[in-house]
């Protein structure tokens, strides 16, 4: 059974750091990609990051370039997105999110591109 765990979340101030954890179990991160999105309250999910282990390719919402790292760690199933100088405007539920496939290209910041989710974990920048 595949499944994917989001965590690591929490209250932060501005200009704070979290990393995010997403774990992975019943498949290998080898054959799949991971996307991370978050939705804030009354907005759409959004895509913030991708990894694709198949061809190292990464991609990053322009709101986060500079300053979200994404990672993987093929031996703990993990990824992890680092995330640095949080604003306000970062506060939301975080997702994880496996795309068994090619590598996707355009469509990674698409929900629909997505195979798998994993549940939320809350991230709360205060001001």
């Known amino acids: 059974e595949v499944q994917l765990q989001a965590s690591g979340g929490g209250l932060v101030q501005t200009g704070g750091s979290l990393r995010l954890s997403c774990a992975t179990s019943?498949?290998?991160?080898?054959?799949?990609?991971i996307g991370w999105f978050r939705q804030a309250p009354g907005k759409e999910r959004e895509g913030v990051s991708y990894i694709s282990s198949v061809n190292g390719r990464t991609y990053y919402a322009d709101s986060v370039k500079g300053r979200f790292t994404i990672s993987v760690d093929n031996a703990k199933n993990t990824v992890y997105l680092q995330m640095n100088s949080l604003k306000p405007e970062d506060t939301a539920v975080y997702y994880c999110a496996a795309d068994w496939g090619p590598p996707l290209y355009v469509a990674w910041d698409m929900v629909g591109s997505y195979d798998y989710w994993g549940q939320g974990t809350l991230v709360t920048v205060s001001s």
């Open positions: 019943g498949f290998t991160l080898d054959d799949y990609a």
